[in-house]
T-cell receptor
């Protein structure tokens, strides 16, 4: 079991560029999440998907879009990157006991 | 007001001591509570979860929940240098079992 995987691990973008962060889980979990983590801010929820075919906004959705491609995969897209989106992005999935399992993270810098 | 509040620390304890980490939450109706450990540069990993008032023990870790005071704590007995990390408190949203709120974390340093 790989658990939760994310690609890429690191990315540098210029302001205005777009990119998609990929996430996959092999634990057959229904719920998947995208968080961002900034120094002193903890984890903030961007979007989540309670099940295949559904997505909902979290605390900080502006500037992001998501796609729940199937039960395994949940992608996060930045259409026009801004320096304020420089952060570490974590994907997670949740077991039936509400335990969240996190991917290794993507470290994104927007210049 | 933040949903979940934690003292950012750092909290420094000597090896072998008890480390006490605290967390308060704003929604009195919250039902699920979690502690995650995050080593520097790594992703969070679940240590404990607790749903009922009182104490829950797992090895050297004890989670304590007091819903009346809206307070969750994590005790680490016989602290080891390998326990040095940031500890994140998370609370499940009252009406949405799929949503969680995280505190900003408390950094723990265990000194040999």
């Amino acid at each position: 079991n790989a658990g939760v995987t994310q690609t890429p691990k690191f990315q540098v973008l210029k302001t205005g560029q777009s990119m998609t962060l990929q996430c996959a889980q092999d634990m057959n979990h229904n719920s998947m999440y995208w968080y961002r983590q900034d120094p002193g801010m903890g984890l903030r929820l961007i979007y989540y998907s309670a099940s295949e075919g559904t997505t909902d906004k979290g605390e900080v959705p502006n500037g992001y879009n998501v796609s729940r491609l199937n039960k395994r995969e949940f992608s996060l897209r930045l259409e026009s990157a801004a320096p304020s989106q420089t952060s570490v992005y974590f994907c997670a999935s949740t077991s039936g006991r509400n335990e969240q399992f996190f991917g290794p993270g993507t470290r994104l810098t927007v210049l | 007001q933040k949903e979940v509040e934690q003292n950012s620390g750092p909290l420094s304890v000597p090896e072998g001591a008890i480390a006490s980490l605290n967390c308060t939450y704003s929604d009195r109706g919250s039902q699920s509570f979690f502690w995650y450990r995050q080593y520097s540069g790594k992703s969070p990993e679940l240590i404990m979860f607790i749903y009922s008032n009182g104490d829950k023990e797992d090895g050297r870790f004890t989670a304590q929940l007091n819903k009346a005071s809206q307070y969750v704590s994590l005790l680490i007995r016989d602290s080891q240098p390998s326990d040095s990390a940031t500890y994140l408190c998370a609370v499940g949203a009252r009406y949405n079992f799929n949503k969680f709120y995280f505190g900003s974390g408390t950094k723990l340093n265990v000194k040999p």
